[in-house]
């Protein structure tokens, strides 16, 4: 039997170093803190301390570093993904959500309290341009050629365009109650309809709006998978998570997961993490296994972000939507290493048609 033994011994005598469990990161708004979890054992490794609020996070274009919001504490934190060391913080005015634009030039924030969207220049952070657009801004997503950036507002039941050629606000378009969630999907755009029961997908060309599909109460956000086969949306209320098809947004299966599941991120072998706003929990769904279990964290986590340390993986940059679950890549980025893989063929939307003329009484200043 000391065969078995010899890996060891030669690990031991050559002096390899172990393989570093995987990270998962997870935002306590309510405790003012970052949960880093060991995703292996689940178990907290690191408490991170913020000044009050922290809601959403985002990976920077080149994977270095991960921003974090702390809305009510008015800064961005800088970290780590690797070992969660806090490198850097930033003054920031209420930063609620927050992207990074495709070709990595400008940060977009949303601010829910101030009613403001912010546009950064994403290397110095300097503020470019500040748009007012109505009550409550929500949340981020891009075209994929980095022209126009499309923000839920909340409070006003609308989705407003900005065009980033000219700094200037395009349209508001009325959508449904308390839009949240937003990605760009093969041309279009979907949102979750947080007042209502369902998803909506919104042209961006012509400001069409059309059901999409219906999961529950407090239809809240929607991600993509990062291998591009499925979406993932969430109920908070009714406390939902779907899988939905990508080509015809048919919802395909649903679990009914206790907590309230509001933001997602995925594992290299395809599980769904995610965040249970109203049981200061985690739950981490295999969808091949049918299966689910929870694990504690802070009280009301929201953002979350998996990152993996295995060798010779680089997940966070490896598939469309791994980056950030609220904007999909259809092409590599600034900064992204040579190794990551190329994106699959067929999966690249038809370039955005030109922002229509609209008549003057449905213009709205900046």
């Known amino acids: 039997m000391a065969w078995r033994c010899l890996p060891v011994l030669v690990a031991l005598l050559c002096g390899a170093a172990p393989v570093r469990a995987d990270l998962v990161y997870v935002l306590n708004s309510a405790d003012a803190s970052i949960s880093v979890l060991d995703a292996a054992t689940r178990a907290e490794k690191l408490r991170i301390p913020v000044l009050r609020e922290p809601h959403h996070l985002v990976l920077t274009p080149d994977g270095s570093q991960l921003v974090v919001a702390d809305s009510g504490g008015n800064e961005v934190l800088f970290l780590d993904p690797a070992t969660g060391e806090v490198q850097r913080r930033a003054a920031i005015s209420n930063p609620y959500h927050l992207e990074f634009s495709p070709d990595g030039r400008f940060l977009v924030i949303a601010s829910l309290r101030r009613g403001q969207v912010d546009v950064l220049d994403a290397r110095t952070l300097e503020l470019v341009q500040r748009f007012r657009p109505g009550d409550k801004p929500s949340h981020v997503a891009f075209s994929p050629d980095s022209r126009m950036v499309y923000v839920t507002i909340q409070g006003d039941g609308a989705v407003a365009a900005f065009d980033l050629t000219d700094m200037t606000q395009a349209w508001v378009q009325p959508v449904g109650p308390e839009p949240a969630g937003i990605i760009w999907h093969r041309g279009r755009l979907i949102m979750g309809i947080m007042g209502s029961t369902h998803f909506v997908t919104l042209d961006p060309a012509t400001r069409e709006v059309k059901p999409a599909f219906t999961l529950g109460r407090g239809a809240h956000t929607i991600y993509p998978a990062p291998n591009g086969r499925a979406l993932y949306a969430t109920s908070r209320v009714d406390s939902r998570v779907a899988e939905i098809d990508p080509e015809t947004l048919a919802v395909r299966r649903v679990w009914n997961i206790p907590g309230g599941p509001d933001c997602l991120s995925f594992d290299p072998q395809g599980r769904v993490w995610m965040t249970l706003r109203w049981s200061r929990s985690i739950a981490v769904l295999d969808p091949a296994g049918e299966t689910w279990e929870t694990a504690r964290v802070g009280r009301s986590p929201h953002g979350i972000f998996f990152k993996s340390l295995a060798q010779g ?29 190329p994106v699959p063929a067929g999966l690249v ?3 955005i048609p030109p922002r229509p003329v609209l008549p003057a009484a449905l213009r709205r200043a900046p």
Do not use: E, I, V
């Open 313 to 341: 993986a680089d997940f966070a940059l490896a598939g469309m939507g791994a980056m950030s679950g609220t904007r999909p890549l259809f092409a590599p980025m600034p900064g992204r290493p040579a190794a990551a893989p």
């Open 349 to 351: 939307p038809a370039p």
